[in-house]
């Protein structure tokens, strides 16, 4: 019997990381980090002026069709590196002037992670830390992160057990994502916001709680709206609302999906939105302008790493 299996994310693959098999996230148990900088297309309240702290790490347990980051997704690029170069990213990243710590696609280095961050904070790094997913995640491991992430940054994708199987090969996505959610909402509780230090910033930055994601898919005004009901009908205004309008259809990945192979309408987004004002929903962020560009993802070319 083998004496370890990767269990850390919802496919539970079982593969031993440790001797260099890789499961669906496509990593060893070796970290990969693909960017490590400043980053300013975040919600507000997250980059504000000085910019999110950002760390993209190469693989992901999901593979989305119209993954937006898929290079690094897939694992084709980024730097392997130890813990303590990952701990010492987190201060350099504080040294810039960093307003939080963002995790982009963490799930599946979570140990590595707790252990840099516990590393960089006994060297004197307070920055908040925030948690990038896209909620596929396994809620025992969640649980280690109580006391050590402060802000969870999770999609909710879809409602629909149909979609979840089509376009990320995860008919169990919603039942999975509600729990995770579930979880991070218990660790945070209602959002807390604040200044950092004396800076003036154009709004308060968070400090603590949830900010849930989700992005508009061409076609599925419906399902975005089944994900606002849920999400306004169990959280209430215990957590912001991003409803988000940037999807870039990117065709080579979408062969199989011909539908998804064009940009969101601005009246599917006006649709959207429109129901998130009748439901009730004032916590919340939406996208205004020309977001579905490809400028607006950054160059995964290990910068900072």
């Known amino acids: 019997m083998r004496e370890y299996m990767c269990k850390l994310c919802p496919r539970e693959c079982a593969v031993d990381r440790r001797n260099g098999e890789r499961g669906v996230c496509g990593q060893t148990e ?3 980090v693909a960017r490590a900088a400043l980053h300013y297309w975040e919600e507000p309240c997250i980059s504000g002026k000085s910019g999110s702290g950002t760390v993209f790490f190469s693989g992901c347990a999901l593979h989305c069709v119209y993954c937006q980051n898929r290079e690094i997704a897939n ?10 170069r990952l701990a010492e990213i987190f201060l350099e990243l504080a040294e810039q002037g960093a307003n939080n710590i963002n995790l982009v696609t963490p799930g599946h280095f979570i140990p590595q992670i707790i252990t840099a961050l516990e590393q960089a904070r006994r060297q004197g790094m307070n920055l908040p830390v925030v948690y990038n997913t896209g909620s596929y995640e396994n809620v025992d491991i969640l649980k280690k992160l109580e006391g050590i992430v402060d802000i969870y940054l999770p999609d909710f994708k879809y409602m629909s057990e149909a979609l979840g199987k089509r376009y990320s090969n995860a008919p169990d996505y919603p039942t999975v994502a509600k729990a995770a959610i579930a979880e991070m909402f ?5 959002p807390v916001f604040g ?8 709004e308060p930055l968070i400090k603590r709680g949830t900010i849930v994601r989700h992005l508009i898919l061409p076609g599925q005004t419906e399902d975005s709206k089944a994900v606002l009901r849920y999400l306004y009908e169990t959280y209430g205004d215990g957590i912001f609302i991003s409803i988000m309008n940037q999807f870039t259809p990117l065709s080579s990945s979408l062969t199989a999906c011909p539908e998804l192979n064009r940009k969101l309408t601005e009246v599917e987004y006006d649709e959207v939105v429109d129901y998130a004002i009748e439901l009730g929903i004032e916590n919340g962020y939406i996208q205004e302008g020309e977001t579905a560009e490809e400028s607006f993802i950054p160059a995964f070319d290990c910068e900072g790493v």
């Not at 218990?186 to 209602?190: I, K």
């Not at 200044?195 to 154009?202: F, P």
């Open 75 to 84: 694992g084709t690029v980024g730097k392997e590196i130890s813990t303590g």
């Open 195 to 202: 200044k950092k230090g004396s800076e003036a910033e154009e």
């Open 186 to 190: 218990r660790q945070t509780g209602t």
């Open 30 to 32: 070796q970290l990969k």
